[in-house]
């Protein structure tokens, strides 16, 4: 009888983990889920990210017909490099995603500027591409959000991070602590607080949405604030949103 039963339990139990490896295999072409049935499928990713590819493609075979360099005899020559990757497109389309709850719940809409021109000029994004007007997006939804949003307090817990960063990126000597936080002005205060105050909103939504993410596209930053240190940009106000290699720097670094 004990048999019987240690051979029942091993039954029960491979086929909780066949259901649950079933249920992971269900949709293997989704990159996001986010609640309510919404989904971020990889299609969509792919779609966004080969835009960008065949455009910079067909300009490098044009220049080269130009350049009387096509043929037989001519060299191969390697992939057009996109100045973005798959993972960078789940993040604007995740980022899109909650900040356009949280301005559905402020009932503001996304601002006029910077415009795609504007981003595109900044960059090395092309303006008809469809990434750059989602990357545009972002910056408009969280100008649009930052002014409404309830300013948090500056703590120690929030500051610490903050001064840890910059100090990181810093080559000149270091500030105390205490010293830097009575030496903020007005200004960078209030960029802290309306930053830190929206990606507290923000942490609630992807709370209650119970936000999932494939592990293949990495660790995802929802980045609200950056400032220069050194010689690169760091994010001194970011959200977590889940996925694989925490430890890894933000995929998108700037969106100030």
């Not at 960008?52 to 350049?67: G, H, S, W, Y």
Request: hydrophobic share 40%.
């Amino acid at each position: 009888m004990q048999r019987a039963r240690r051979l029942a339990s091993t039954a029960v139990v491979a086929a909780l983990a066949v259901s649950a490896l079933s249920a992971c295999r269900a949709e293997p072409d989704v990159a996001a889920y986010l609640g309510d049935g919404r989904t971020i499928t990889e299609a969509r990713i792919e779609g966004v990210y080969d835009e960008a590819r065949d455009e910079l493609t067909k300009a490098r075979e044009q220049v080269q017909q130009q350049q009387g360099s096509t043929g037989a005899s001519a060299q191969p020559v390697p992939p057009v490099q996109v100045p973005f990757k798959q993972k960078d497109v789940l993040n604007a389309l995740l980022t899109i995603q909650l900040l356009e709850q949280a301005a559905s719940a402020h009932g503001v809409q996304a601002g006029a500027e910077p415009t795609v021109e504007q981003v595109a000029q900044g960059s090395n994004y092309s303006p008809t591409w469809e990434y750059t007007k989602l990357y545009t997006r972002t910056f408009q939804l969280r100008a649009a959000l930052l002014p409404k949003v309830a300013p948090a307090p500056l703590t120690d817990a929030d500051l610490r991070p903050v001064y840890d960063k910059l100090l990181s990126g810093s080559e000149g000597g270091a500030t105390p602590f205490d010293q830097f936080k009575t030496q903020l002005s007005a200004e960078n205060k209030q960029a802290l607080q309306q930053s830190i105050g929206l990606r507290n909103e923000l942490a609630k939504i992807v709370a209650e949405d119970d936000v999932k993410l494939n592990p293949r596209y990495g660790n995802q930053q929802l980045v609200l604030l950056s400032a220069q240190a050194g010689n690169a940009d760091v994010a001194l106000v970011e959200l977590s949103l889940g996925g694989a290699g925490a430890s890894e720097a933000p995929f998108v670094t700037d969106v100030s």
